[in-house]
């Protein structure tokens, strides 16, 4: 409650920025302006009297800060494009971090590198369309497979899900994937093996399902064994020894983005006695 | 799925509104947002004014039409279904007005070649309706993720004969009013997006809104809970309303008319004109 009044009165302010690093962890909209660091400690309050004289008054130290989702440079500041709360990453080496927006979506919009799943949809002379979610399929070739030439197909078919990553995604080209990785090695990606149940989920699932210390992975590894594999556009493929197991696991999942620990533990413990 | 929001209660206890019948001008009906309340589309909302409700369902960034394709930006599309009937010339016409708001904040050009596809239901409409619509539409839009460069709310004003301004009229009030005029705003300058008028009114009456002294300024706060998006609606109104002292009043449900409003003395211009009107700004 305090936390949007006070949201409420900075919006009311009116179109006054502030500063990056004020803001972090709470919420922002689409609209605001934020100041990098930098600026904030320049143009911020009390500057006129107290600071130093700098010899080199004209030139300012400029750390590289790194615009991720949700952001727009701005002149040199930054706009917020997406609602959600702000984060930043410091900088392993030099530079100045990461700023980004954690916001939620179901649409996903391809960017180079992902891990997506895809479904073929067309065969047409030595490419395959893949629909990923986005807003056109994407196109694979039939080299980009391992151990794939011209005399020795890979066997793809229409309607086979495929594991790739993009190597060309932007908003002006069709979006391209590849089932290898830079040294030709197919690394887990290729076509998904037969059974199994494929299911949607949001983004922002996806991303904390992949998280590195995520507790609801291992819990799951627990319960059955399991194969699993995630697409950041979204989607889950997962298979299990039966057909039930297989549609409690779905079950499981697509609700944990709705449930505390708490009632997670519970179910997952419940599960086990059964 | 059960994510009702609620307007804040502290703002609403500090107005010290009960249930009284709303004074002249600067008060809005009770108000209140859905969001994510629909699988299927990408975003949703439904937005709540009074017993106006408007269910809204955002689609995009998705596949686009080869005829209808822009090479360098988004094409958006508004489709309003009205409660009764086939959509008619009226929703054409208002769908034309939403387009191109949602157009001015839209950041289409970081999505060539898609469509982000708007549908609005109408489910009661009882005053207010364009406005209701604009309200909608931002909210889906923000579900959606959809990049904006800034959100928009929508509000309409009706004029009766005495000159007094009334926001977020009824559908009474707006068939009695010699005027009503309905305004986009956005969030960052409150710079008028659009402005849709219909009615007898001065050259004066119809500046004063873009002078933002008489629109009520509202903003929406999100709250990100543990995987749930709230959101929520907090309106302070606009103070200076033609002398009306300065005062934050919310209404809660309906309650008796209104009593006539003090008549203030507004010299009628030697121009008054009759519009039926509808100017898209968008941000320059």
């Known amino acids: 409650m305090a936390e949007a009044a006070s949201v409420a009165a900075e919006c009311l302010a009116g179109c006054r920025a502030r500063g990056a690093r004020s803001v972090l962890g709470q919420v922002v909209l689409p609209g605001e302006e934020l100041l990098l660091p930098e600026q904030e400690d320049a143009e911020g309050p009390g500057g006129a009297g107290e600071r130093p004289l700098s010899l080199n008054a004209g030139a300012r130290s400029r750390v590289r800060v790194i615009c991720g989702p949700g952001l727009r440079r701005c002149g040199d500041r930054l706009l917020v494009t997406k609602c959600g709360r702000l984060r930043h990453k410091e900088p392993g080496g030099g530079g100045g971090g990461v700023y980004w927006v954690d916001s939620q979506q179901k649409r996903y919009v391809p960017v180079k590198g992902d891990h997506v799943i895809g479904i073929v949809t067309a065969k047409s002379g030595d490419i395959f369309k893949v629909d990923v979610g986005g807003s056109e399929p994407a196109s694979l070739s039939y080299l980009s497979f391992e151990g794939a030439t011209k005399r020795n197909r890979p066997n793809v078919q229409v309607g086979d899900l495929i594991y790739g990553q993009f190597v060309v995604a932007n908003k002006d080209m069709e979006p391209e994937m590849v089932c290898i990785d830079s040294c030709g090695r197919a690394n887990g990606m290729g076509v998904i093996g037969q059974d199994g149940l494929l299911f949607k989920v949001t983004l922002g699932l996806i991303r904390k399902l992949l998280a590195p210390d995520c507790e609801i992975i291992q819990e799951v590894g627990k319960l059955y064994p399991l194969e699993i594999v995630f697409g950041m556009n979204g989607r889950i493929w997962v298979k299990a020894k039966t057909i039930q197991q297989t549609l409690i696991l779905a079950n499981i999942l697509e609700a944990c983005e709705h449930m505390t620990s708490d009632q997670r533990k519970q179910i997952f413990s419940r599960l086990a006695e059964s | ?284």
Not at chain 2, 31 to 38: H, K, M, P, S, V
Not at chain 2, 136 to 141: D, I, T, V
């Open chain 2, 1 to 284: 799925m059960e994510e009702e929001m609620h307007t804040d209660a502290k703002i609403r206890a500090e107005t010290g509104a009960g249930s009284s019948p709303r004074g002249p001008g600067c008060s809005l009906r009770h108000f209140a947002c859905e969001q994510n309340l629909l699988s299927r589309p990408d975003g949703s909302a439904s937005f709540l004014q009074g017993d106006t409700s408007v269910l809204a369902g955002v689609y995009g960034p998705a596949e686009v039409k080869v005829s209808k394709e822009i090479f360098n930006k988004a094409t958006l599309e508004v489709i309003l279904r009205p409660k009764i009937g086939l959509p008619g010339v009226a929703e054409k016409s208002r769908e034309r007005l939403i387009r191109n708001t949602c157009e001015a904040v839209v950041l289409g050009t970081l999505h060539p070649r898609t469509s982000i596809t708007v549908v609005l239901q109408v489910v009661s409409d009882a005053g207010s309706l364009l406005a209701c619509c604009l309200n909608a539409a931002c909210m889906a839009l923000v579900d959606a993720g959809v990049p904006m460069r800034a959100l928009f709310c929508g509000v309409t004003c009706a004029l009766d004969s005495d000159g007094t301004l009334v926001l977020d009229p009824t559908s009474k009030q707006e068939k009695e009013a010699r005027a009503v005029l309905t305004f986009a705003v956005d969030n960052v300058e409150r710079k008028l997006l659009m402005s849709s008028t219909k009615g007898l009114f001065s050259d004066a009456e119809g500046s004063a809104p873009s002078t933002n002294q008489s629109l009520p300024r509202s903003s929406s706060s999100a709250w990100l809970r543990p995987r749930r998006l709230r959101n929520t609606s907090s309106a302070s109104t606009g103070n200076r309303c033609r002398g009306v002292t300065p005062r934050a009043e919310t209404s809660w449900g309906r309650g008796p008319l209104p009593p006539p409003p003090p008549t203030h003395p507004l010299q009628p211009e030697a121009n008054q004109r009759p519009s039926l009107a509808s100017r898209s700004y968008g941000l320059m």
